[in-house]
């Protein structure tokens, strides 16, 4: 153990040994669970490479595990974690449980770590969800195939009637281009109805591909009758046929194990090989499909253009949350009811037929069998039909058609028992040959061309192109006026979730009080609702009618729809109230910014420097728009990446204000977050120092936050009125000359006589910041200009 780790150890046996101490008097459970934290504590000082940072959250981790539950027959524990590294945090998340890790992804930061002998699953989840390094902590379940057997000697297959085969195939019957990947216990490799369309696949389990030894031969039978339901060789004289006739059929297996379970980390792995390898559509046939780390798969595999189906599981249970990156199937009859064993809930996006369906068996046979297992396969491949339509369809533009094709069944729109409805191969083929593809982000448009009318159509009023010398992206902008509405066409929204950030620069003419510029998006394009949610409301208080204003705004978590779109809403008077807008954009938001500055001129707080707003606000005072920071408010920036600068000192400045109502000792304190991931405080602002008046202050980055990736900035206020805040800076740039040529000391943003003591300083060691007249000497006549300067204040 190094001193650091053992600095750590010490802290957290003391904090814990004084927690139980304290807990003297408490109850018996108390007191057990207290120890039982030490006890937990102690394991993860032997078993982890603490980092810095981890004392001031483990301690309290260790008394707070999280729940687990197992359900036999659907997710036991193995002893093991599923862990995922966050973006910029891989190196310390990894190095904290290096010696625990026993499987590593080969495609991304994910990894399965053995769970120390004395502690559980939950222990050590709770333990390294609080150090924030890492996207998920969960079991690495132990998980079971989706099926129930039935009769063997059923000779029918129904469920290409309900789903419309027959007429699906009159106009297209799939296409080898096409690669269906099944994620199971592998394939019948000599079966008469799969053997013609198989390509090379991978074996997860043993981490090999099938090209170098790898088996994907099928050890359970669970796997063949699977990959039957999607793509079962057609129109060739034998046996059955899945929903298209010539899909290629890519086996993974994802299981050495004889009774077809298999961790949730071979099945994830086995499905990222299968979208690396061309694979359009993956189906997992297995329970546990709300799961985040699947959800998080399911995201990876459409960056590569693959969709991700999985079974909703047969315990007829309800199930959540949704995982829009994910299709969770459910089962249906073939009177079109949901099926007995079917999961059901908000988790559930489709269904397809799953109730005694005829597929291919081990062994070169036929068989029925029922099963959410059977009826994700079959809407995979409703899948896959819709990309042999068009190759090109984004993994996005498929799910939405998949959905927006589906016959509704059950209460009207999307419910618990169905999700969207059951799959219609039919319906799903014909809304693809006339599907218009949502546009794609990242969005850009100036409207220097006509090209803009491709991307916004007037809702209301007329919208127009216009030429403005104050552009700043060349010469035209949009132009709104009175009750105008500009609405974006369809939008590629879901790729983008909550990483997305809609900017616009703004300029108004002739607004009045009560006049505003709503800016909206179309929540759920799904919704008979049509709710439009507004994301700001914009006046003209503090716009330049001869300055563009840049305005950021973060999308929400529910910007997740394909299909969502954007709006801008004039609420005017008549033709003189002008809204202009240009440089218009869509985009994943940046993690980091440097440096970091903000004026907050557009009104409104900016999600692309500040990460996190707890009550702050922005107020027009003083003529200006400034940050409000009423009492416990707080905000961090971003990341501010100052290694880009190299080794070198790091500043923060920003000019603050007070109310009436503050008392003297409150305080706006000023904190950085360091290479030890802690905050730290960089100085304070006290309430006896300021005015109405925005003074300026400027503060040295502490040594161990300068030239780090990952350094932020937060301001906290304790306060019984308000502090405001406005020119924020972060970066390497001091401050020189402060308020006015006279200001030489801090504090910047006033005159005292440090300021005159610092500038005779100067003036004596013959520094050329002393040359106030810039004549090129210093002499008697640089005092006078100075003290003159001085005596003039600040402006």
Not at 9 to 20: D, E, G, H, K, V
Not at 340 to 365: E, K, L, Q
Not at 538 to 546: E, F, M, R, V
């Amino acid at each position: 153990m190094n001193h650091q780790q053992l600095k750590i150890s010490l802290a957290m046996s003391t904090a814990l040994l004084c927690s139980l101490a304290g807990s003297a008097h408490a109850a018996e459970p108390d007191a057990q669970a207290n120890l039982r934290s030490v006890q937990v504590a102690s394991i993860a000082q032997r078993t982890l490479q603490l980092q810095p940072g981890d004392d001031q959250v483990l301690s309290a981790a260790s008394q707070r595990p999280i729940e687990f539950v197992e359900i036999p027959n659907d997710r036991t524990f193995t002893g093991q974690l599923l862990v995922h590294s966050k973006n910029g945090k891989h190196k310390r998340a990894t190095d904290r449980v290096s010696a625990l890790i026993v499987q590593s992804s080969e495609f991304v930061n994910e990894y399965v770590v053995d769970v120390p002998a004395g502690m559980s699953e939950g222990e050590l989840a709770a333990i390294l969800i609080a150090t924030d390094d890492y996207e998920f902590v969960e079991p690495n379940w132990l998980r079971y195939p989706a099926v129930i057997p039935n009769d063997s000697q059923y000779n029918s297959s129904w469920q290409h009637t309900r789903i419309q085969s027959a007429s699906a195939w009159d106009l297209n019957t799939g296409s080898s281009d096409i690669i269906v990947a099944v994620c199971d216990s592998g394939v019948d490799l000599d079966h008469p109805d799969l053997s013609p369309s198989l390509i090379t696949g991978y074996n997860s389990a043993s981490r090999r591909t099938q090209a170098n030894g790898g088996d994907v031969n099928d050890i359970n039978g669970h796997g063949t009758f699977v990959s039957g339901c999607a793509a079962a060789k057609g129109n060739n004289n034998r046996g059955v046929v899945g929903v298209g006739w010539d899909f290629s059929l890519m086996p993974i297996r994802v299981t050495n194990n004889t009774n077809g379970t298999a961790s949730s980390f071979d099945i994830l792995d086995g499905a990222r090989w299968a979208a690396l390898n061309g694979a359009h559509v993956v189906n997992a046939s297995f329970s546990g499909g709300t799961s985040a780390s699947n959800n998080s798969t399911g995201a990876y595999l459409k960056t590569l253009g693959a969709l991700l189906f999985w079974a909703s599981g047969n315990d007829g249970s309800f199930i959540s949350p949704n995982r829009p990156d994910v299709v969770i199937v459910g089962s249906t009859t073939s009177s079109d009811n949901r099926s007995g064993f079917s999961n059901f809930g908000p988790a559930v996006d489709i269904s397809a037929p799953g109730s005694s369906v005829r597929s291919t068996r081990n062994g070169g046979t036929y068989g029925n069998g029922s099963g959410t297992s059977y009826a994700s396969p079959i809407a995979a491949g409703v899948g896959a039909m819709i990309y042999a339509v068009n190759p090109d369809f984004s993994a996005n533009d498929v799910q939405d058609i998949l959905y927006n094709s589906a016959d509704d069944l059950g209460a009207p729109g999307r419910d618990d028992s169905f999700g969207r409805g059951r799959v219609n191969t039919r319906n799903a083929i014909e809304f693809a040959q006339s599907y218009i593809r949502p546009t794609e982000a990242p969005i850009a448009e100036s409207f220097e061309s006509v090209d803009w009318q491709d991307l916004f159509v007037a809702t209301s009023g007329s919208i127009e192109s216009e030429g403005s010398a104050q552009a700043p992206d060349g010469s035209s902008v949009l132009k709104l006026d009175n009750s105008d509405v500009a609405s974006t066409v369809a939008l590629a929204g879901r790729s983008l979730s909550d990483s997305a950030v809609l900017s616009f620069m703004l300029l108004s003419q002739s607004i009045e009080d009560g006049e505003t510029l709503e800016v909206q998006y179309l929540e759920n394009p799904e919704s008979q609702a049509n709710t439009w949610t507004t994301l700001a409301s914009i006046t003209g208080q503090g716009l330049s009618s001869n300055e563009f204003v840049p305005f950021d705004i973060l999308l929400p978590p529910t910007y997740e729809w394909h299909g969502v779109k954007i709006r801008f809403v004039a609420n005017g008077s008549d033709s003189s109230d002008v809204w202009m807008i240009d440089q218009f954009s869509i985009d994943l938001l940046e993690d980091s910014i440097a440096p970091l500055e903000d004026n907050f001129e557009s009104g409104i707080i900016s999600a692309t420097r500040w990460e996190s707003v707890d009550g702050a606000s922005v107020s027009f005072v003083e003529d200006s728009f400034q940050m409000q920071l009423d009492d416990s408010n707080e905000v961090e920036s971003r990341d501010i990446p100052l290694d880009q600068f190299g080794i070198v000192p790091a500043y923060i400045r920003f000019e603050a204000s007070s109310d009436n109502n503050v008392s003297g000792s409150d305080v706006l304190l000023v904190e950085v977050f360091n290479i030890a991931n802690n905050w730290i405080t960089a100085g304070s602002v006290i309430a006896s120092d300021l005015s109405s008046s925005p003074q300026l202050f400027e503060f040295d980055v502490p040594i161990t936050a300068i030239a780090i990736p990952d350094m932020q900035l937060r301001l906290s206020a304790s306060t019984s009125g308000s502090f405001y805040v406005d020119n924020v800076y972060v970066g390497v740039d001091q401050l020189t000359g402060g308020c006015s040529d006279a200001d030489f000391a801090e504090p910047y943003g006033s005159l005292n006589f440090f300021d005159i003591s610092a500038y005779l300083s100067a003036f004596s060691a013959q520094d050329t910041s002393a040359d106030i007249n810039n004549d090129g000497s210093l002499n008697f006549f640089d005092i006078s200009d100075y003290l003159q300067v001085f005596s003039e204040g600040c402006p």
